[in-house]
């Protein structure tokens, strides 16, 4: 991304892949190409929990979206990380597998720059997806704090603002 390496933030896709094999859900991993999933190291952090470690090798091997069935699948979440502000926006495999799971009643959910999967998406009437829903993403000023707003493809809430009514967003507070 404009020379800085991107990849997918561990923990957004950690926690929530923790928390529904724990409650019994099967959860499938699949990235934009398929094979190893790139992370960004800034989200490694040097005491990482151990049960984020039990995570990581199931990125190394994970399938393309483009292989992904929507009938098979209750729900999808698109984590994120800045890779996901580079290869979602444009991929016609987001957008089907998004308009497809909404149209079934099925859940449709993002994380952080994962929202960035939904903002180009239009339905066969030319509407966006997102218009009339309630979004929130990564921030304008998150993306100062982190020095990358100069180097994203475009700011997240940005663009969700223009097609959104209900950008959600609260005060930026640093992590101590």
């Known amino acids: ?20 094999t724990l409650s019994r859900f099967n959860v499938d ?19 990482i929990l151990p049960i984020f470690e039990y995570v990581k090798p199931l990125l190394q091997n994970t399938k393309p979206i483009s292989s992904v069935n929507f009938l098979n699948y209750d729900a999808i979440l698109f984590c994120g990380g800045h890779g996901a502000i ?11 597998l998004i308009l497809n799971m909404y149209r079934n009643r099925r859940i449709v959910a993002a994380v952080c720059h994962g929202v960035a999967g939904l903002v180009n998406v239009k339905d066969e009437y030319g509407s966006f997806f997102v218009t009339g829903k309630r979004i929130t993403g990564f921030t304008n ?7 990358l707003a100069d180097r994203v493809p475009f700011l997240l809430e940005s663009k969700l603002i223009k097609k959104v009514p209900y950008f959600m967003k609260h005060q930026f507070l640093h992590h101590m």
Do not use: C, R
């Open 1 to 20: 991304m404009n020379g800085h390496p991107t990849g997918l933030w561990l923990e957004e896709l950690a926690t929530p892949y923790i928390l529904f």
């Open 141 to 147: 000023e998150e993306e100062k704090a982190v020095h």
């Open 86 to 96: 580079v290869d979602f926006p444009n991929n016609p495999y987001v957008a089907n």
């Open 29 to 47: 991993i699949v990235s934009i190409k398929g094979g190893k999933v790139p992370l960004d190291q800034w989200s490694i952090p040097i005491d």
